[in-house]
């Protein structure tokens, strides 16, 4: 990949990473992390993956420089 198709998937999961954290802060705010315990855990799972990712992204990035 070119530094510039990594920069655009960096990108693309940062734009994971923000909506993934609104939902949370709309599930938080409402009590539905509490009343929906298994989706509030996916939603952390899919955090982690997307910060998981991005990282590998990065370092992959920073190796071609």
């Given at each position: 990949?070119?530094?510039?198709?990594?920069?655009?998937v960096i990108d693309e999961?940062?734009?994971?990473?923000?909506?993934?954290?609104?939902?949370?802060?709309?599930?938080?705010?409402?009590?539905?992390?509490?009343?929906?315990?298994?989706?509030?855990?996916?939603?952390?799972?899919?955090?982690?993956?997307?910060?998981?990712?991005?990282?590998?992204?990065?370092?992959?990035?920073?190796?071609?420089?």
């Amino acid at each position: 990949m070119t530094v510039d198709e990594h920069q655009r998937v960096i990108d693309e999961l940062q734009a994971v990473l923000d909506d993934t954290r609104s939902t949370m802060e709309r599930f938080e705010a409402t009590g539905m992390d509490e009343q929906m315990p298994e989706d509030y855990e996916k939603l952390l799972v899919i955090l982690d993956d997307a910060v998981t990712q991005q990282r590998g992204q990065v370092m992959a990035m920073l190796d071609q420089a």
